[in-house]
């Protein structure tokens, strides 16, 4: 999972939090192509500002298994796992029709290592959602995901659009170019507010892509960084279990600040504006500042319009059925989530920043400067 983990709640807001926190340092290997917005770089990023902001010594920080065919094929096709699985830059050529059929291409490109980037990918948000219900001994009815990326969350929601799970409990907030912070919340917060009092779920998954960020190079929203993270500070709030995973977002610097700064949200910690000295300090330059100013673009959303948009939103949310009934699983999947014995040594001795640690097929505790008990976040 990229910066971010599942808080477990213990209180009020702002209180003891268990955070998780699932990392691989293989991530930002991957390299999409000449030109192609999106970077994986930018989780490495993010993991170096959380190492010097000290926020990993405050979390457990979990090294997630890759995920297997079978874990893929929970909601994916066999054929287009198995296409992934063999697709490689030299042969996609000679699968033009399957390139097309599974809508791989200039968007979401054939690259170096592709299948196995999807199996680190997926396995740190399955792996957060697994310890996440382990630590809680139970399962969820009722999940609910929300997404702030600018983008529409269709994959989501079209996972369950044909089912009694997600028909009538879709629900689409539409927004013009340059939204600033205080129109965005002016919406979120009531009708997250009343969503969860009528869903009540029983855990929550936040999707915070960093492209409705003003600045970002393909989004068009003008949120600044602690407006973006006002989200977080909301939903966790609320007292619900919560799984942090990352999404879009491609000026990378500032998707590095964003999910350090929201992991610090997670923590209840508050992070100084000015940045640490870290091996890419010179991204951040030449303020070198862990927020940045919004621009001054247009709001092209009038007030009138939010106010009509949340108006029928909140209409339409009175008129459904509360806490809608699903048939309930004796047991958790079969997915599992391998682990350290925590009171075990790690045999590797220490962990060093700068460097790779070596593949393993479980999920490995990351020792030395990460301390691998819990420890709760001191009042800020």
Not at 57 to 82: E, G, I, N, T
Not at 249 to 276: H, Q, S
Not at 340 to 365: I, L, Y
């Amino acid at each position: 999972m990229e910066a971010g983990g599942n808080s477990l709640p213990s209180g009020p807001d702002g209180v003891k939090r268990k955070v998780f926190y699932f990392y691989d340092p293989e991530v930002g290997n991957y390299y999409y192509g000449q030109g192609h917005p999106m970077k994986p770089h930018r989780i490495r990023m993010t993991h170096a500002l959380l190492a010097h902001y000290g926020l990993l010594q405050h979390m457990h920080v979990v090294k997630p298994a890759l995920a297997r065919d079978r874990d893929l094929c929970r909601f994916h096709a066999d054929d287009y796992v198995s296409f992934l699985r063999s697709i490689t830059p030299e042969t996609q050529q000679d699968q033009l029709r399957q390139l097309k059929r599974f809508n791989v291409g200039e968007d979401c490109p054939v690259f170096d290592g592709l299948y196995s980037f999807c199996q680190t990918y997926a396995g740190g948000s399955v792996g957060g959602a697994v310890k996440l219900n382990h630590e809680l001994l139970k399962v969820h009815e009722r999940v609910l995901y929300v997404d702030i990326d600018i983008h529409h969350g269709d994959g989501v929601e079209e996972a369950f659009y044909t089912t009694d799970r997600g028909k009538y409990y879709s629900l689409n907030v539409p927004l013009d170019d340059g939204i600033d912070d205080e129109s965005y919340q002016s919406l979120f917060k009531p009708i997250m507010g009343k969503v969860m009092e009528v869903f009540k779920p029983g855990a929550v998954v936040l999707q915070c892509g960093a492209d409705s960020l003003s600045g970002d190079r393909l989004g068009c929203f003008n949120l600044s960084i602690k407006g973006h993270a006002e989200c977080v500070r909301y939903m966790r709030s609320l007292n619900v279990p919560l799984l942090l995973v990352g999404g879009g977002g491609y000026t990378i610097r500032n998707v590095a600040r964003c999910w350090c700064y929201e992991t610090g949200v997670a923590l209840g910690v508050e992070l100084e504006d000015k940045m640490p000295q870290h091996e890419y300090y010179e991204y951040f330059g030449p303020d070198y500042t862990l927020h940045v100013a919004p621009s001054n673009m247009e709001n092209k959303n009038s007030r009138e319009q939010l106010d009509e948009i949340r108006a029928k939103l909140l209409d339409y949310l009175s008129k459904l059925q509360h806490a809608p009934s699903v048939q309930f699983q004796e047991r958790p999947p079969d997915t599992e989530l391998p682990e350290v014995d925590e009171d075990q040594e790690d045999e590797d001795g220490r962990w060093d920043r700068d460097s790779d640690m070596d593949d393993v097929d479980d999920c490995k505790h990351v020792s030395g400067r990460v301390k691998s008990e819990y420890l709760e976040p001191k009042d800020t």
